[in-house]
């Protein structure tokens, strides 16, 4: 199902000028033990609903950004900067914010 | 023949076996058991069988992959498609119309060399063709060397061709249903009982009930039943969209793909166009057609055939399909929790899998080990970083 994403530089663009990039997961610390690394490359929550995942805007500015998305519906989405996802991600996972 | 393919129950209590999923491998796998003399099981599904990738899939076999723990998998699944109208004495108009690959760049066409020598070795009939060659099979086939992208070459794949999905999932349905096994409709598992490490049982909307052993077989939406049970899966859920055109008279006699330009083709014995394209970029759980995948295949579809330039759809449709890393499934126990089993991760190329996969799954839930043919499709190889590379041979569909 087609959408418009927002870019945070760019603005509202049709989809097909991104690339879907993986889930957004929390990465390891580098000194951390094997599993944890296998984990994180292979293992995906895949929610069916609100998660955070990268893009990256191809045909347009080729900056990469979080997007918040629902999965079943392709709506209810906010975009923003790597930077920016510690104010973002809290507040955006707390039920109802 | 009896009015109804399989008969309505109550829900019992408990049952031997739990299989939440009613779609070709839940089926299959209900039989296959029952078969075997399991037949306290349920089959679980939330809607009605046949629901999910089952029913929407284009119905294309064949078992020229690329790794031997593929290869031996596939083609045992392609030898029992090969006897299973007569043992399920259902017309499953399966029609071995042989296979193409097509190669457009010099590393398609070395990957798909790779395959050629790998299948020979193994004793699977898949050899190479050159375009001369191809266009003797498909006369209408454009092998003009100024298309955008050349045919340099085929894998062709004479076993290789196409069934009647939904007679595969109704007669195996009706299979287990004949041999004892109870297939619940309008069923859904909404929580999975863990206790001390073991699995207790289901909650379904029509009650809880008991089972020592419960196995997940619900492709596109695996990750979030095995959640129910504290598992993480490495699937991603993508749709993947096909379509269908109107009736013409027969010109296709084989089964066309091409991973370059993203597209497979068919011809039903109806005269129908059966096509698909790649998968939606990005995980969705929704089953929306778009308007970017008719354009995409349209445009692709005409390099190839130009014939097609006045061709009419009738219908589109997506479904869920469940990709993993490897782009090969897990049949498999999870070790941290006894009694508790995943069957998933078909990806975009399951519906080929069906017979092997029931037949295997079956034989790991009744003798309580898993068979040598489907140990590489272990849960714990992506822990131990052992994958089975399959996406060179699975990567479009079909
Ligand atoms: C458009 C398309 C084309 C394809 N083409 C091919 C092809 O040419 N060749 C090929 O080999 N493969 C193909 N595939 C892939 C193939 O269709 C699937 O891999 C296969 O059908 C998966 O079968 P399954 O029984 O595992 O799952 P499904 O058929 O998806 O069945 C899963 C079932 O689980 C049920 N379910 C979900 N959640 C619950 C719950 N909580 N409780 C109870 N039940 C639940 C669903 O309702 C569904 O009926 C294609 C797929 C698509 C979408
Ligand atoms: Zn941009």
Request: glycine share 10%.
């Amino acid at each position: 199902m087609s959408f418009m994403l927002r870019c945070p530089n760019c603005g509202d663009r049709h989809v097909a000028e991104f690339s879907f990039r993986g889930e957004y997961l929390q990465r390891p610390q580098q000194e951390d033990e094997f599993a944890s690394w296998a984990d994180y490359v292979y293992m995906k929550e895949n929610v069916q609903g609100k998660h955070f995942e990268w893009w990256y805007h191809g045909s347009g500015c080729q900056r990469w950004f979080l997007a918040e998305r629902d999965t079943t519906d392709n709506t209810t989405q906010t975009t923003f900067w790597f930077d920016d996802r510690p104010r973002l991600i809290n507040r955006e996972s707390e039920p109802d914010a | 023949m009896a009015k109804q393919m399989w008969r309505t129950y109550d829900l019992k209590k408990t049952y031997d076996i739990v299989i939440i999923g009613g779609g070709a491998h839940g089926l299959a796998t209900a039989y296959y058991l029952a078969k075997m003399g399991v037949k306290n099981v349920a089959v679980l599904e939330a809607r009605y069988p046949g629901y999910g990738g089952s029913g929407r899939n284009t119905a294309i076999l064949r078992s020229n992959y690329r790794t031997e723990e593929g290869i031996k998998f596939y083609d045992q699944s392609l030898g029992l498609y090969e006897n299973l109208s007569t043992e399920l004495n259902y017309n499953l108009m399966f029609s071995q119309q042989g296979h193409f690959t097509l190669g457009h760049t010099e590393s398609s066409t070395s990957g798909l060399v790779t395959r050629a020598e790998n299948n020979k070795a193994l004793g699977v009939n898949s050899f190479m063709l050159t375009p001369q060659e191809i266009k003797k099979k498909l006369p209408e086939i454009n092998i003009s060397s100024h298309a955008r992208y050349p045919i340099l070459g085929a894998l062709y794949h004479p076993p290789g061709g196409i069934i009647r999905h939904d007679a595969v999932v109704w007669a195996y349905g009706r299979g287990a249903d004949k041999g004892g096994v109870e297939i619940h409709n309008l069923t859904e598992v909404q929580d999975i009982l863990v206790k001390n490490g073991k699995v207790e049982g289901v909650k379904t909307n029509r009650g809880t009930i008991y089972a020592k052993k419960v196995i997940s077989v619900v492709a596109g939406w695996s990750s979030e039943v095995c959640r129910l049970a504290g598992v993480k899966l490495p699937f991603v859920t993508h749709p993947l969209q096909a379509l269908v055109t109107e009736s013409y008279k027969p010109w296709l006699h084989h089964v066309v793909v091409s991973s370059t330009l993203h597209i497979y083709l068919s011809q039903t014995d109806r005269g129908e166009l059966v096509c698909g394209d790649g998968i939606d970029g990005y995980p969705h759980y929704g089953m929306r057609s778009t308007l970017g995948f008719m354009e995409a295949f349209s445009a692709h579809v005409l390099e190839l055939f130009p014939i097609l330039h006045n061709v009419k759809v009738q219908r589109q449709w997506a479904g869920l399909c469940d990709m993993t890393p490897d782009y090969s499934p897990i049949i498999s126990p999870i070790d941290e929790i006894e009694g508790f089993y995943v069957n998933g991760g078909w990806g975009t190329y399951g519906f080929k899998a069906s017979p092997a996969s029931g037949f295997n799954t079956a034989k790991m839930l009744a003798e309580g080990k898993v068979p040598d043919m489907i140990k590489p499709f272990s849960y714990n190889r992506f822990g131990e970083n052992r994958l089975v590379g399959e996406k060179a041979a699975a990567s479009v569909s079909s």
